[in-house]
């Protein structure tokens, strides 16, 4: 016992044995170091608590509006239509493997066929209250129809309600409209009569009709429907807003 006091003490005044009682070195976690590498476009939508509130926001706006507006329209004689990609499904882990890579159409395909994208929080339960007051559902999405299989395969992995999943023709172009005036007329799978389409969902001005960056510079009278029948959730990653000029 005496000895063992003897050796403690000396280990005590030891700066040698201080170095070896030091308290250990502490790294950061992968994802902490990930993120350090991350934009800050992607860390907001990885990290941060305004991202997700905003989304949240939106749907429940978007809500209210269906609710408003399905006690004045019999079953499944109206519509709401909405993007995919960053509006109902989050590519965030796709937007990370490519950093510092870019985008090209062959890795976002090979990314489309993992079907890894998750669902935004609020969108699962906005798409169910849609059916469940007795609208339709239109995916407009400018996936390409190559793709659409593994899309349509995720949203019922994901369990996410929809009536049609409209895809961009390939090689044709990415505009929207006749596939909003085909909901509307009634001649896609979202409904075989005219629809009245309530409420749009998008991240991106192009998601909206007749609508492009150009509304940037037409007043904030312009901007009336948003908030109302237009609903436009945070996108900092990627848009149409990349190639104003």
Known sequence: MILRRFLFLVCALSAGCHATQSAPVTTPSPPAARSATLPDSLVWVQR?????????QVYR???????????????????????????ILSNLQYQ??????????????????????????????FLARVHQLGG??????????????DTIALFKTLALAFDAMLCRPDK???DKTPRFEAVEAGTTPAGNTPLDVV?????????????????????????GEFGVKYFLLPNPMYGSWQEVR
């Open 136 to 149: 339709r559902i239109a995916i407009v999405t400018n996936r390409l129809e190559s793709e659409c299989t």
């Open 61 to 87: 706006q978007a809500t209210v509006r269906v609710e408003q507006q399905a006690p004045s329209r019999p079953p499944g004689t109206w519509a709401v239509v909405l993007d995919a990609d960053e509006t």
């Open 96 to 125: 990370i493997e490519r950093v510092g890579l870019g985008y090209s159409s062959e890795s976002w395909a090979a990314w489309v066929r993992r079907r890894e994208a998750t669902p935004l929080p609020g969108a699962a339960a």
């Open 172 to 174: 044709a172009p990415s």
């Open 199 to 223: 409420a749009f969902v998008g991240d991106n001005i192009l998601d909206f009709p007749g609508l492009n960056q150009k509304l940037r510079q037409a007043g904030q009278a312009a901007y």
């Open 48 to 56: 941060s608590a305004e991202y997700y509130a905003a989304v949240i």
